[in-house]
């Protein structure tokens, strides 16, 4: 029999052995015809050895994270929310095997097409060398190669299509905005829910397609119908061509497909002066598109007709004639009308698109329902302006939470375990009145705990303890809060109830990391006190995971490399596990489809703690709506990225002593939420949240930073005037932490990191409890203030100011009050400045900031009275050093011109109004003069002026009045210098009593 041609003839040398040379099989010989002996390899002991092996390999890596998986699956279930994550598991997996199935079946059945078309191919012709050795290399095995080939391929195609599992639940949970885009007239929802899986399908398919068809023509190749060196007209047989036809053919449908979804893409374009789809995006880039989709499907029906005709023609001129166009049209075609025809005239060109843009701008970032009123302003204070707004006075927030953290932690710390991470803002009814108050969680520092053993982490100091609180204008003697709940153990002083605690162990925090044991057989640590008296506990709350079985032991110690888990005598068989307790972690995993505050807050309710995050609802795919500023918004917020729609939807609610985590949902009217409470129907609570925890809700300060900072421009409803944005604001500089300076922060590039321009941060946005014009009373608000819209932050005067509400009948509600004034008025940064100048300030600020002590000014707050601005801003004096404990010492108060600073809020404003008798502890407001707004009324001197060691007979002249508070002065001077600060406190009081002793004789003997 004669080999195939192509194959080499079989090997002529005998094989030798004991015997001599063995003959040939089939020559015969005195036994007959041998078999060829069977080459000796892998026995198959050996072969299921190093199965066994390899299988042991893959386990040992694996184990981590199948330990990972399993305890992750625990966690959800002892939270009650497996379902949650049995969904998500069931998204991703059920999306990759999908696409892993659709790939394989269209691979594998080209390559059968190309195996079965391969039979005619050989008969048509002499197959090339190539061809030869593939077919002698597979033989049989053809079948076997052809399912690996296609598998191998398919997991590398269709694994990674379980990271769009998100897009595949808002694909088929879909909801309507009720709200149609201005261009296509299509609902919102086929924009945020439709169109990015569609978008994802289109790209997916035509790589499937382009791989199936390289892989496919590289099996025709290897399997002789494709032939290269042969004659030209023979190179590829007929039923080939018509193969490959077939799926150019289908990459210029599903290319077709694309540009039609291309064309609602234009509405988020970035082109234009405004973000959607602006006049070079209607008028050239759409007719493009739809000149593309037309060619792409003429495209497809010459390559089907190339089937019936020779050689590659029309695949050719398909491809050449949509090369040429997409070239040509699709870019240079939109470009030159950019620069010829928008660019001379722009503002008139664009205008129909920026009135689109406004509109919807607002619209997405929850600007649409903005009220807007007039700010009559009035320079001047009175005492009854006072007293009419006593509430406003009463809360003004002296106490600023950045510095409070070091006094709280000084003097509320009580251990070097505990540790206050932030002080947060909220309010209260302390003795029967609603109060502003600053407040913090006494949470467990794992680092500075007594010993660093596995026992004393994990298992013995396992919890923080307790609140502190205070009145946000309270202090005592000593400037230093004046805490209404406070000390370990706590208890909340009488008139603040409100703030008692029943449970006050804090088993989830923020920051709070590893992993805690409860139920172990020794008892917990509860708390130690100032004088190391120790208490223990257990925890009787309902979070944790059982930790008693041996499996479960097993995959815990493996989860956190910790033998201790697996080994130690203190675990028993009720005991159980606490992980994830950190806050934003532990929420982040519950829902991870949800973008998140940075800032959670507890509240006290019913005697518990409970953290409060917001949650957001976002995307990137609002039609015509702005991009976001990613600058506005705080670092480490999910805010700090693009996108064109935001709503504070959710609240969730973390208990800080059992772990259990509600999702409440708080806005009922955002599509995407109705989306996920369709995907997730048992993650979010079904009714609202309870009023007591209503009544604590903030605003999430970084919504209010991206709308105040949207809102400047956006505030322009004429497509004219936000061209030129002559009437643009900016939110006001921020003053920062210092005096007559502003606060600059550099601007880097996201992607290198390097330093782009450095520019005038912007004024915080500050809680704040005041009566609003026209309200009968005081509002929990949001507040943040606008200047003029420079450039180079040269304009600083104040043009007006943004408020939310927080409370539960208006919460959300947004008020911009715009200022009328026939004279400029200071802005924050301005009037910070400007501090500089006044002698006494400037004067009294060098002496403080000397022998061993620094002056630390507090937040400048700005609060409207009746239709005036007090600002005002808190100083306080803390030694240098490490265990500095910041006090309050000093106030600065203006109104209009006058500027004042006094030992005390009252003192400040007693005198910036220049005749006033205040005592906000008292509650009483008296004129020390005729009040302009009540001239009935008698001036009155204080009743204690009496008693006052300042006040002398009428004899004394004002001379000798300023003469002896000059002396008073230098007296202070001295004790400062001495430290001793008590002796410079009183002789400071001595001095403004005889000063203000002057200024009544002054008026006195004016008027009479």
Do not use: C
């Not at 804090?506 to 139920?519: D, M, P, S």
């Amino acid at each position: 029999m004669r080999p195939p041609e192509g194959m080499p003839p079989p090997s002529s040398e005998q094989p030798s052995g004991p015997d001599g040379p063995r003959r040939p099989p089939g020559t015969g010989g005195p036994d007959g015809p041998r078999r060829p002996p069977r080459p000796r390899g892998i026995t198959r002991f050996q072969l299921i050895i190093g199965i066994i092996a390899a299988a042991g390999l893959v386990l040992l890596l694996s184990i981590r994270g199948i330990a990972g998986f399993w305890t992750d699956y625990l966690w959800f279930d002892s939270l009650g929310y497996a379902s949650v994550w049995w969904r998500v598991l069931w998204a991703k997996v059920g999306l990759g095997l999908l696409f892993t199935a659709v790939f394989f079946v269209l691979l594998w059945v080209n390559l059968f097409i190309a195996e079965r078309l391969a039979a005619s191919a050989a008969a048509a012709g002499q197959p090339e060398d190539i061809a030869v050795r593939w077919r002698r290399m597979s033989g049989r095995r053809r079948g076997l190669i052809r399912i690996a080939v296609a598998l191998i391929l398919a997991l590398m195609v269709g694994a990674g299509v379980s990271g769009q599992w998100e897009s595949w639940l808002f694909f088929v949970n879909a909801a309507d905005f009720g709200l149609e885009d201005p261009q296509f007239g299509r609902d919102i929802g086929f924009y945020v829910f439709r169109l990015p899986f569609f978008n994802f399908l289109v790209s997916w398919s035509f790589a499937a397609v382009l791989v199936t068809f390289i892989f496919t023509a590289i099996w025709h190749y290897l399997n002789g119908s494709i032939r290269v060196q042969a004659p030209a007209g023979s190179r590829v047989t007929p039923q080939v061509k018509a193969h490959l036809s077939l799926l150019l053919g289908l990459l210029a449908l599903i290319k077709a497909v694309g540009y039609y979804f291309d064309r609602f893409e234009l509405t988020l374009s970035t082109r234009g002066f405004v973000d959607g789809a602006t006049y070079t995006d209607v008028n050239a880039q759409l007719p493009v598109l739809q000149l593309l989709m037309v060619i792409s499907a003429f495209s497809f029906v010459l390559l089907v007709v190339n089937i019936w005709r020779r050689g590659f023609t029309y695949p050719v001129i398909a491809v050449a004639l949509w090369a040429v166009v997409a070239g040509l049209a699709g870019a240079a075609y939109p470009a030159i009308i950019q620069r010829f025809q928008v660019e001379p005239s722009e503002s008139t060109r664009e205008a129909p698109y920026i009135e689109r843009n406004i509109e919807m701008t607002r619209i997405a970032l929850g600007l649409d329902a903005v009220t807007t009123s007039e700010f009559n302003y009035e320079p001047e204070l009175t005492a009854t302006d006072i007293e009419n707004n006593f509430e406003t006075v009463r809360n003004v927030r002296l106490l600023d939470p950045a510095v409070m953290q070091d006094t709280f932690q000084q003097t509320q710390g009580i251990k070097s375990f505990y540790d206050f991470r932030d002080i947060d803002v909220d309010r209260y009814e302390i003795d029967g009145q609603i109060t502003q108050i600053v407040l913090a969680a006494r949470e467990l520092r794992p680092t500075e705990l007594p010993t660093d053993t596995w026992e004393t982490e994990h298992v013995a100091y396992t919890h923080g303890y307790g609140v502190a609180a205070a009145p946000a204008n309270g202090v005592d003697a000593n400037g230093r809060p004046a805490y209404v709940l406070g000390d370990i153990p706590g208890a909340a002083e009488s008139g603040a109830e409100a703030l008692e605690l029943d449970e006050p162990g804090l088993y989830v925090g923020e920051g709070l990391v590893g992993y805690a044991i409860v139920g172990a057989q020794r008892a917990e640590v509860d708390f130690q006190d100032d004088d190391d008296r120790t208490e223990t506990t257990r925890y009787d709350g309902e979070d944790g995971v059982g930790i008693g079985g041996i499996f479960r032991r097993l995959a815990f110690a493996v989860r956190f490399g910790e033998p201790n888990l697996l080994v130690s005598g203190e675990i028993q068989g009720d005991s159980r596990i606490l992980y994830n307790r950190d806050i934003e972690e532990r929420v982040r995993l519950l829902a991870p489809f949800l973008s998140y505050d940075n800032d959670p807050y507890p509240v006290v309710i019913d005697g518990q703690v409970k953290w409060v995050l917001d949650a957001y609802t976002t995307t990137t795919q609002f039609p015509y709506a702005q991009r976001t500023n990613p600058r506005a918004a705080t670092l480490g917020g999910d805010l700090r990225q693009t996108v064109n729609y935001v709503r504070n939807s959710v609240k969730a609610v973390v208990d800080a002593h059992d772990g259990t985590v509600t999702f409440y949902v708080v806005d009922e009217d955002d599509p995407i939420v109705q989306s996920y409470i369709k995907q997730f129907p048992d993650l979010f609570a079904e009714g609202p949240p309870p009023m007591e925890l209503q009544e604590h809700f903030r605003y999430p300060e970084d919504l209010f930073r991206v709308q105040t900072d949207a809102w400047g421009r956006y505030r322009l409803s004429d497509p004219s005037e936000f061209y030129d944005a002559a009437g643009a604001w900016a939110v006001a500089q921020d003053p920062g932490d210092s005096i007559g300076q502003t606060t600059v922060e550099t601007v880097r590039d996201e992607t290198t990191g390097q330093v782009i321009a450095t520019v005038e941060a912007r004024i915080s946005p500050q809680y704040l409890l005041f009566r609003l014009p026209g309200d009968d009373a005081v509002s929990f608000v949001s507040f943040r203030p606008f200047v003029p819209f420079s450039e180079d932050d040269s304009r600083k005067n104040l043009e007006g100011f943004m408020v939310v509400h927080n409370d539960p009948d208006r919460y959300g509600d947004i008020q911009v009050f715009e200022i009328r004034s026939d004279q400029p008025i200071d802005g924050p940064a301005l009037f910070n400045s400007n501090i500089q100048t006044e002698e006494e300030i400037s004067e009294r600020l060098t002496l403080l900031n000397q022998n061993g002590s620094v002056v630390r000014p507090g937040n400048l707050l700005l609060i409207p009275v009746e239709n005036s601005l007090l600002y005002v801003r808190p100083l306080f004096i803390a030694a240098t050093g490490p265990t500095a404990v910041p006090e309050l010492q000093l106030v600065i108060a203006g109104i209009g011109s006058n500027v004042a600073i006094s030992e005390t809020f009252e003192g400040a404003i007693e005198k910036a109004i220049g005749g006033a008798d205040i005592d906000i502890g008292n509650g009483t407001i008296r004129p020390t003069r005729a009040d302009p707004d009540d001239e009935q009324r008698d001036a009155v001197a204080p009743d204690d002026e009496a008693d006052d060691p300042a006040s002398t007979p009428d004899t004394d002249n004002v001379s000798d009045l300023l003469g002896r508070a000059a002396t008073a002065f230098d007296r202070a001077d001295a004790a400062l210098r001495e430290g001793d600060l008590a002796a410079y406190q009183e002789a400071v009081d001595e001095a403004e009593r005889l000063i203000a002793r002057a200024a009544r004789m002054l008026e006195q003997t004016a008027t009479g």
